[in-house]
């Protein structure tokens, strides 16, 4: 059973009189909307303590003591392999996804190709407009909207993974954790709305100076497109960074950085399809 206790509510009398009831509604919305995710991502039997986020890169492992059939350590199955590619804008994250494509199904893997945010989506369709800068969005109500398009695929995400169907993703919780970051949020607070999503089994960074990536063709066309804010999106990359990551360098030749995303990738792959892995939690510890 899952519980939601919104603590944040402050309904006195005094207080009503003294803020209003319109800046209570506003305010309410979005710790509502935060800690909503948070109560749906973890189930009470884990016992997790929702008010102590720690940076802390530990994931646990899914239905661990949970009697909804999900997967722990005695009933491991072979599964599809859930792969990330991040870095900064204009790292080649987009070719290197789709090259990755190709290599896996011409090796008989079933795959699929993911990005976020999945523009096709409602949510997503609010995202492309606000990054295409055709809307204005406080910056935090981007953030939970960015995370909401992560989390309306979340149960088909882990379909597929069971199913035997190997995911390769083009952005995922890091980005949009790291972006939000670098625009001054707290990183516990970004993190926060994520928890319970599925953790990647590898996570590829395409490592890019901001300003190499910079030359590239169409750089500056959306809103994050500027050199000395990716900077500061890549040093909270680096804050993120786990035992899961593998980093390339993005600058050298395109077929040197496809050869070694395929060497990494295909290892996880076996590994999934035939020994079989537990689906775990990100950023749940």
């Not at 290197?96 to 290599?103: E, P, V």
Request: proline share 4%; glycine share 6%; aromatic share 8%.
């Amino acid at each position: 059973m899952l519980v939601l206790v919104p603590e944040f509510f402050d309904l006195t009398p005094r207080f009503l009189a003294d803020k209003g009831m319109k800046r209570i509604c506003l305010f309410s919305s979005v710790q509502l909307f935060s800690r909503s995710f948070r109560a749906l991502a973890v189930p009470r039997s884990l016992n997790y303590p929702v008010q102590s986020l720690k940076r802390s890169s530990v994931r646990m492992e899914i239905g661990r003591n949970l009697s909804s059939g999900l997967t722990t350590e005695s009933s491991v199955k072979p599964r599809g392999a859930l792969i990330v590619l991040e870095g900064l804008d204009r790292s080649g994250k987009s070719t290197q996804c789709a090259k990755l494509l190709a290599f896996l199904k011409g090796l008989g893997h079933p795959t699929e190709l993911w990005r976020f945010p999945d523009r096709e989506t409602s949510v997503g369709q609010m995202i492309s407009a606000y990054l295409s800068n055709k809307s204005q969005l406080d910056d935090r109500t981007i953030h939970l909207l960015f995370s909401a398009n992560r989390w309306e695929k979340r149960s088909l995400m882990e379909e597929k993974l069971r199913t035997g169907t190997t995911l390769i993703v083009d952005r995922y919780s890091y980005s949009g954790v790291a972006f939000s970051s670098a625009k001054g949020l707290s990183i516990d607070w970004c993190k926060a709305p994520e928890i319970g999503l599925l953790a990647p089994d590898s996570v590829l960074y395409l490592d890019i100076s901001p300003e190499r990536a910079a030359e590239r063709g169409g750089y500056g066309d959306e809103r994050y497109e500027r050199v000395e804010f990716q900077k500061k999106v890549a040093d909270f990359y680096q804050t993120l960074r786990d035992s899961s990551w593998k980093v390339i360098d993005a600058g050298e030749a395109m077929e040197e950085v496809e050869k070694k995303i395929q060497e990494v990738v295909l290892d996880q792959v076996k590994e999934c399809s035939t020994e079989g892995k537990p689906l775990i939690l990100l950023w749940s510890s």
